[in-house]
């Protein structure tokens, strides 16, 4: 049983920064991907970053690359994600869960992770 606690949403101006968190307990956190979703209003959620077991892999989505990083402490059971030059399009609830991995990196949750936490806002103005 996985279960996680998002932290660190705020309301920032465009070009400004935040750092979210994501505790994890459960056992085997260190034996999994982990990665970052996202949902604005009225649309699915979606894929946002992930950091594989070890922490050496990391996958972005396109609209994030070069602008958030992922990592991970794994003595801590912490997930991170560093956003900088926010843009008001990355307004939405933001929520991690373990990813599974497959050829084209890990972008998908596991379909036997049901326990989502409540996410964290994030809301960008222009």
């Known amino acids: 049983q996985v279960q996680v606690v998002e932290s660190g949403g705020g309301s920032v101006q465009a070009g400004g920064s935040l750092r979210l968190s994501c505790a994890v307990s459960g056992r085997s956190f260190s034996s999994y991907a982990m990665g970052w979703l996202r949902q604005a209003p009225g649309k699915d959620r979606a894929f946002v970053a992930s950091v594989n077991w070890d922490g050496r892999g990391t996958y972005y989505a396109d609209s994030v690359k070069g602008r958030f990083t992922i990592f991970r402490d794994n003595a801590k059971n912490m997930v991170y994600l560093q956003m900088n030059s926010l843009r008001p399009e990355d307004t939405a609830v933001y929520y991690c869960?373990?990813?599974?991995?497959?050829?084209?990196?890990?972008?998908?949750?596991?379909?036997?992770?049901?326990?989502w936490g409540q996410g964290t806002q994030v809301t960008v103005s222009s």
């Open positions: 869960a373990p990813m599974t991995c497959s050829r084209s990196g890990c972008v998908d949750p596991y379909s036997w992770f049901r326990s």
